[in-house]
């Protein structure tokens, strides 16, 4: 008899805790997903899928917190990223009338060139997809190779676009102009200022914008530099889609 041997054909299915059911349909299904089971008794069990993902949901364990958004967790591995953000961004728009970007449940910013975003659902479940040629190690606490002003925008990084704590990478950007803003190259200041922005307008605390818009206006940057900072601008410029529909300004400012 022929011995039975493992084929590289495995199939593996998240299955989730699910708080709500009503709210967990809505959600998914705003993104995109179909339902292709919903069961409620004699116990809950949904299976979802969307293009070549499939996520089933269970009963909670009890006094799971949905808060605390640490529930469950899939990664999702995908040759490209950014479109994928830019479809669920779509779909959010069209069922929302906005992107939700804040609280829970809500999908995280992307960056041209990032290689990962973040879905949190309504029961604190994240589905993390990342990008296959993402580098195996990635430096989680800032570069060793980096100092100053330098080190602290890749501390900020971090925990923006990798620990979802915006509140945190702005706090420690802050700390960091301050200590190292008057001998930072002013690239590294002009990085900085325009990361604040970003980071403050989508936590809705625009205190100290105006100063830093000013603060980024005066540095001596060269036309190269400068269009390196338009870049992180023209996102900051267009938070605002977030929230709420494009505005004209931004419409002319894009050519629309």
């Not at 591995?77 to 809500?106: I, N, S």
Request: charged share 25%; proline share 6%; aromatic share 8%.
């Amino acid at each position: 008899m022929a011995e039975a041997m493992v084929r590289a054909n495995e199939t593996t299915v998240p299955v989730l805790p699910c708080v709500s059911v009503e709210e967990t349909l809505e959600f998914y299904e705003a993104l995109g997903f179909k339902a292709t089971h919903k069961q409620t008794r004699p116990y809950l069990y949904l299976a979802l899928e969307w293009s070549g993902l499939a996520l089933h949901f269970a009963t909670p364990p009890k006094g799971v917190d949905p808060s605390g958004e640490d529930v469950g967790g899939c990664l999702v591995l995908v040759d490209e990223v950014a479109p994928y953000h830019a479809e669920f961004t779509r779909a959010l728009r069209a069922a929302y009338g906005k992107v939700l970007a804040k609280g829970r449940p809500r999908i995280t910013r992307f960056r041209p060139g990032a290689s990962r975003f973040t879905v949190v659902d309504p029961s604190g479940n994240s589905l993390i997809f990342i990008q296959r040629d993402e580098p195996a190690e990635l430096e989680y606490g800032g570069s060793a190779s980096l100092t100053g002003l330098a080190r602290v925008l890749d501390n900020a990084r971090v925990f923006s676009e990798f620990k979802n704590d915006d509140r945190t990478a702005l706090r420690v950007l802050t700390t960091g102009l301050r200590k190292h803003g008057d001998t930072a190259p002013p690239l590294d200041v002009a990085r900085a200022l325009a990361t604040l922005i970003e980071l403050a307008t989508a936590l809705e605390d625009p205190t100290e914008v105006d100063a830093w818009r000013r603060r980024l206006t005066a540095l001596p940057l060269t036309e190269s530099e400068r269009h390196q900072v338009t870049t992180d601008l023209r996102t900051t410029a267009t938070l605002h889609l977030w929230t709420t529909e494009p505005s004209q300004d931004h419409d002319e400012a894009s050519g629309r």
